[in-house]
């Protein structure tokens, strides 16, 4: 018995501290976009920016966003990314019909954590 009292202190003593480095170190993850994953547009409803929203506030000077055209990986982005706290966003070209994907990197400035995701969405005539 008294082997299970120590092994269970042991292990809550090691799921408390697993708890507290979890969320000190958290990582800034995408909460919102303004386009989803898988989503259609057609050439009138496209957006003209892709804006992104973070889990906490990432590091404009680590932190980046692109958009191809995944046929010919033809950057289709103006290069203008704006980071400000916890959002992101970037300016899309006139986009043509086809497959596109928007990769992000998020870097939180606290503690360099570092996450990645992209997002795939069409565009149809």
């Known amino acids: 018995m008294k082997k299970f009292a120590i092994?269970?202190?042991v292990s809550m003593a090691a799921l408390a501290v697993y708890m507290l480095v979890s969320i000190a170190f958290a990582h800034s993850a995408l909460e919102t976009s303004n386009i989803a994953d898988g989503q259609?547009?057609?050439?009138?409803?496209v957006p003209g920016e892709v804006h992104l929203n973070f889990t906490e506030e990432i590091?404009?000077?680590?932190?980046?966003?692109y958009v191809v055209k995944v046929h010919g990986s033809q950057l289709v982005d103006k290069g203008d990314t704006v980071i400000d706290g916890s959002s992101m966003k970037i300016s899309?070209?006139?986009?043509d019909e086809g497959?596109?994907?928007?990769?992000?990197i998020s870097v939180t400035p606290d503690d360099a954590g570092f996450k990645s995701g992209t997002?795939?969405?069409?565009?149809?005539?």
């Open 7 to 9: 092994f269970s202190a």
């Open 59 to 65: 590091d404009p000077h680590r932190s980046a966003v």
């Open 40 to 45: 259609v547009f057609s050439l009138a409803t």
């Open 92 to 95: 899309m070209n006139a986009l």
């Open 99 to 104: 497959v596109y994907q928007i990769t992000w």
């Open 119 to 125: 997002i795939t969405f069409s565009v149809h005539f």
